[in-house]
Structure formats: C-alpha cells, structure tokens
T-cell receptor
Framework: KNEVEQSPQNLTAQEGEFITINCSYS?????LHWLQQHPGGGIVSLFM???GKKKHGRLIATINIQEKHSSLHITASHPRDSAVYIC???????????FGTGTSLTVIP | GAVVSQHPSRVICKSGTSVKIECRSL??????MFWYRQFPKQSLMLMAT?????????EQGVEKDKFLINHASLTLSTLTVTSAHPEDSSFYIC???????????FGSGTRLTVV
C-alpha cells in the first residue's frame, strides 16, 4: 500500500468545470505539497500546506490533518490546466518525501 | 520567487559514458538539495539527499558509486550518472529546500536517454 493515495488517477473535464483532486496519506507529516507536472516533465510547486486552506488564483488547496486528507480544487478549468497533479507529503522527521502517483487532468475546450 | 535551474533538459548518451546533470539555485542558498528519478508512468522516487559540504545520503537501492552527487557550494549540486546503461534512461529532477517554512522548489528536470 502506498503511503500517499490520489484519486482519481485520470480526469477529463470540459472547459469551465470545477475540478477536485483528492489525496489521502497514512503517515505523520510536517507538510503536504501539491505539484503540477506538464507533459514536458517540468514540475511546478503549487502549494505547501500544513493546515487549513490556501488559494492562488483559480486554485484552492485544503488539508484536514486529523483525517489525513487534502484536496486540490480548480475553478473555471481551462485547457492550459491540463497536466499531472502530484500530491507529496513530507514526513515529520528528516527530509523524506512520499509522492502520490499523480492525477492526469485533461481539460477539453 | 526561488528558482532552481537544471541543465541539461534533455541528453542522449551512449552506453558506458557518463552524464552530468547540474542544479543551480539562482536567488537563494540551498544547503540541501534532493535528487529524484521518475520512470514512465510512475511517481517520483527520491534517490538521494545532497548536503552542501558533506557526503550525500542515498536511498536504499540507489548505487552511490553509479550516481555521484557533488554539492560543493550553496548554489550548485551535480548528479553524475557513471557508466550509463539503457535502464538508467529516466527523468531526473532536483529540488531544493528554501527553508522549513518556505517549502521546496523544483528544477525543470532532465530527460536522459541512454542508447
């Protein structure tokens, strides 16, 4: 069993739709990251969360530490949002990260 | 914001040769850098943690004599894949810590193909 589970694995949406990607983890963490990986491979760090909620533009990330769950929401989705979204958790001690296998999002015009 | 520049973005090399990948922090000092590998359709896997001025810490199963990591300055870490084999073909990416409260930033990755 992976320490970090993401759902769904693949997601296709129409432009303008509200999108939610979920991440559950089973270990104690100091922080959770949401990353965006474009087809060329480059990775962009979207959010780092240790509690509550963060918003950046059309992206919103929430985390519930007690339930060990985080969600990434995209409002008014756009084709340029098409990418793989990866949830990564940093363990309480040290620098070890565990990564989810990613959610591949395709937004259709 | 904090930027990590990674070069090259793509490299093709022959079996048996060595390839060096550089990660440079452009506007901050990175005392710790992390090297990851990603095989097709798989998640990122941590290979090693690189600390400035000391030996890198390798994850289980990663050959330290094959993947040489040097972190000689606060702004540069290098990963050298020695005697590359086709099974080393992968996507390699680095990240750097920009302070406990500031998270991590990632390089743009290097796609290595060994022929």
């Amino acid at each position: 069993k992976n320490e970090v589970e993401q759902s769904p694995q693949n997601l296709t949406a129409q432009e303008g739709e509200f999108i939610t990607i979920n991440c559950s983890y089973s270990v104690g963490i100091s922080a959770l990251h949401w990353l965006q990986q474009h087809p060329g491979g480059g990775i962009v760090s979207l959010f780092m969360l240790s509690s509550g909620k963060k918003k950046h533009g059309r992206l919103i990330a929430t985390i519930n530490i007690q339930e060990k769950h985080s969600s990434l929401h995209i409002t008014a989705s756009h084709p340029r949002d098409s990418a793989v979204y990866i949830c990564a958790v940093r363990l309480l001690t040290g620098n070890q990260f565990y990564f989810g296998t990613g959610t591949s999002l395709t937004v259709i015009p | 914001g904090a930027v990590v520049s990674q070069h090259p973005s793509r490299v093709i090399c022959k079996s048996g040769t060595s390839v060096k990948i550089e990660c440079r922090s452009l506007d901050f000092q990175a005392t710790t850098m992390f090297w990851y590998r990603q095989f097709p359709k798989q998640s990122l896997m941590l290979m090693a943690t690189s600390n400035e001025g000391s030996k890198a810490t390798y994850e289980q199963g990663v050959e330290k004599d094959k993947f040489l990591i040097n972190h000689a300055s606060l702004t540069l870490s290098t990963l050298t894949v020695t005697s590359a084999h086709p099974e080393d073909s992968s996507f390699y990416i680095c990240s750097a810590s920009i302070g406990t409260n500031y998270g991590y930033t990632f390089g743009s990755g290097t796609r290595l193909t060994v022929v």
